[in-house]
């Protein structure tokens, strides 16, 4: 029973992996994302969308990067950072939107549309990429793009 209190995880850090991969993912579409925005609700739009989408990838980093941390120390740590990370990380996200509500390039709509679509979409969008199996944790292995001579060679042994 108490060796699930030292129990930590060795090895590469699929977390981080992932978080990586939706930032990378989120960079190109961010800029469409802020013209919509700009298009609805004007520069003030913009900018908080912007904001937003800033909030968003930063939130995914946090969230890796503390559960890489602690799965280095303690599973049992890691369970905490997941339960009560996800509570601290939602407090920053409402401090970020309570510092800047009265701001006069504030827009709440184009902001709150930005941190839930974002959210959401970067997470759907993910899980086509995301590997469920113990073999492969993290995102799934690519595949290697069969070569022209290789494929040649395989049809002139071929009988």
């Not at 978080?19 to 994302?33: Q, T, Y």
């Not at 407090?91 to 509500?101: E, G, N, Q, T, Y």
């Not at 990429?129 to 993290?138: E, F, I, Q, T």
């Not at 793009?145 to 395989?154: F, G, L, V």
Request: a positive charge; hydrophobic letters at 55%; glycine letters at 8%.
């Amino acid at each position: 029973m108490g060796s699930a209190f030292v129990t930590r995880l060795e090895g590469p850090a699929p977390e981080v992996e992932l978080a990586r991969d939706m930032i990378r993912r989120a960079l190109p579409v961010a800029p469409i994302f802020v013209l919509v925005c700009a298009a609805m609700w004007s520069v003030d739009g913009a900018i908080s969308s912007g904001y937003g989408i800033g909030i968003v990838l930063g939130n995914f980093a946090l969230s890796a990067a503390m559960l890489a941390v602690t799965a280095r120390i303690s599973l049992v740590l890691m369970m905490g950072a997941a339960l009560f990370g996800f509570l601290a990380r939602l407090a920053i996200i409402f401090a970020a939107v309570l510092l800047v509500k009265d701001a006069s390039w504030m827009s709440l709509p184009a902001l709150g549309v930005t941190l839930v679509v974002t959210h959401l979409g970067l997470l759907f969008w993910e899980m086509r990429y995301v590997s469920l199996s113990l073999a492969h944790p993290g995102l799934k292995p690519r595949r290697p793009k069969p070569r022209s001579h290789q494929r040649a060679m395989k049809e002139s042994v071929a009988p």
